[in-house]
């Protein structure tokens, strides 16, 4: 999912760690379940124990419903298995990839509702940072909200409209979209503020500070808002959007995004902790974090 910011990782296929030796045209690869070690089922199991443990008081509903549906828990997750339950509920599979891959290759998995996760999971000693997804992130993180009809329908559009931004020459503008909603992405819930971005909810650390710091910001989602604002890859977000339900995602995407790629060609462009007058602000953050007192 990091994946549609591959540009933004600088690596080449030789700098990042899967084997990208034996891979199809289209980046796939055979998941290779087999070869997974003990050690890997323990590492997703203390993974899953410990973000599950969280999930109730930070993720949302819709999440937390989906990710039992998907009864992962016991090990790193058979693909097969996993797309043949998903294929039925919203016509998704999930291919095997070896780590991030081009962008005109991952947006065509998605136009076509397949969604690429990477096969291999981190080591022991990466249990709370990594540089690049692996399984856990990928699967965890994402794969629940493909069984949310509307989030499912949300992911192929996008895919779709990656090919057109590719085209167009937009495509910064729209990997903010993603970052900001799919992979950090923040929902309204009785009145609350829950998580549903795969890049906080396969986050120890991020997942209690995207609701409970005071130093982000907490700011109501706007389409070409969004899309105008740079976002951190190097550290926790400095400000999360946050969307009413899905269907608010699906119905302002749904729009012909040509007339706001030519607007989106000129100014202005918002730093990541920027709050304008014009913002629904739940919560001004602090920014504490980044101002050196790191007790966010
Ligand atoms: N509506 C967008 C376009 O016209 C496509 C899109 C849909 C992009 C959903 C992102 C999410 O290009
Ligand atoms: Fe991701």
Known sequence: GFKAATASSGKTAKELRGDYSSMAADFTIDQGWDRYTDTDHALWRTLYDRQSKLLPRYAARTFMDCLSRLDAGDGVPDFRRASDMLEKATGWRIVAVPGLIPEG????????????????IRKPEEMD?????????DFFGHVPLLLHPVFADYMQAYGKGGQRALGLGRIENLARLYWYTVEFGLIREDGQTKVYGAGILSSAGETPYAIESPSPNRIGFDLERVMRTRYRIDDYQQTYFVIDDYDQLFTATGVDFGPLYERLAGPPEYAPADVLPTDKVYTKGTQQRVLGTKTA
């Open 105 to 120: 290759a991952f947006f065509d998995h998605l136009a076509n509702r397949r969604f690429p996760v990477t096969n291999w």
């Open 129 to 137: 940072y990594l540089e690049e997804p692996d399984v856990f992130h």
